[in-house]
T-cell receptor, first 113, second 116 residues
């Protein structure tokens, strides 16, 4: 059972454009929503994370928008750069589940010149 | 930030042999570490939760006798793929978080296993 649904599967954006990746969840016990960036052959790296008590969090060019009622959250990459080309995973953590994360299916982003 | 190191980063072995992958938290202690498996262009699949000083907790469908996990100290967890076969070829990734802090996980660089 896929508890975190992620879309799109792949995304091509022009340099300078905005990349938007969406995730939806079902389990209302999730209380922490991180986004990870993964380059080929490397482990995922934490990009930005949000908790459900806020609707938006911004760090540099990366913004998470969170809609608790819709059980959706999204990653926005402003002024996308070729170096942002990577696979992005959203994830969610269950309350009381320690650090155990449930990952989305991933989005392969390509930023073209 | 916290660093998690994996070794080896890649390994090739013959079918039937066993392979050990190490996961170390370099600048923090981790009572819990996680082992994931990732196939090409797919998401991370949690295999097991490694608990310091006790038995690992395996996810449904993961063979505990196939994937032996040992968490002997607060900074080291090992995954041993026993009697490896070509279908075990994959990218194995470990992660760890700060003891007492829930939420932020740090991932290792991954270990690419190829079984011939």
């Amino acid at each position: 059972q896929q508890q975190v649904k992620q879309s799109p599967q792949s995304l091509i954006v022009q340099k300078g454009g905005i990349s938007i990746i969406n995730c939806a969840y079902e389990n209302t016990a999730f209380d922490y929503f991180p986004w990870y960036q993964q380059f080929p052959g490397k482990g995922p790296a934490l990009l930005i994370a949000i908790r459900p008590d806020v609707s938006e969090k911004k760090e540099g060019r990366f913004t998470i928008s969170f809609n608790k009622s819709a059980k959706q959250f999204s990653l926005h990459i402003m002024d996308s750069q070729p170096g942002d080309s990577a696979t992005y995973f959203c994830a969610a953590r269950v309350t009381g589940g320690g650090n155990k994360l449930t990952f989305g299916t991933g989005t392969q982003l390509k930023v073209e010149l | 930030g916290a660093v998690v190191s994996q070794h080896p980063s890649w390994v090739i072995c013959k079918s039937g042999t066993s392979v050990k992958i190490e996961c170390r938290s370099l600048d923090f202690q981790a009572t819990t570490m996680f082992w994931y498996r990732q196939f090409p262009k797919q998401s991370l699949m949690l295999m097991a939760t490694s608990n310091e000083g006790s038995k690992a907790t395996y996810e449904q469908g993961v063979e505990k006798d196939k994937f032996l996990i040992n968490h002997a100290s607060l900074t080291l967890s090992t995954l041993t793929v026993t009697s490896a076969h070509p279908e075990d070829s994959s990218f194995y990734i470990c992660s760890a978080g700060l003891a007492g802090l829930t939420g932020e996980l740090f991932f290792g660089e991954g270990s690419r296993l190829t079984v011939l």
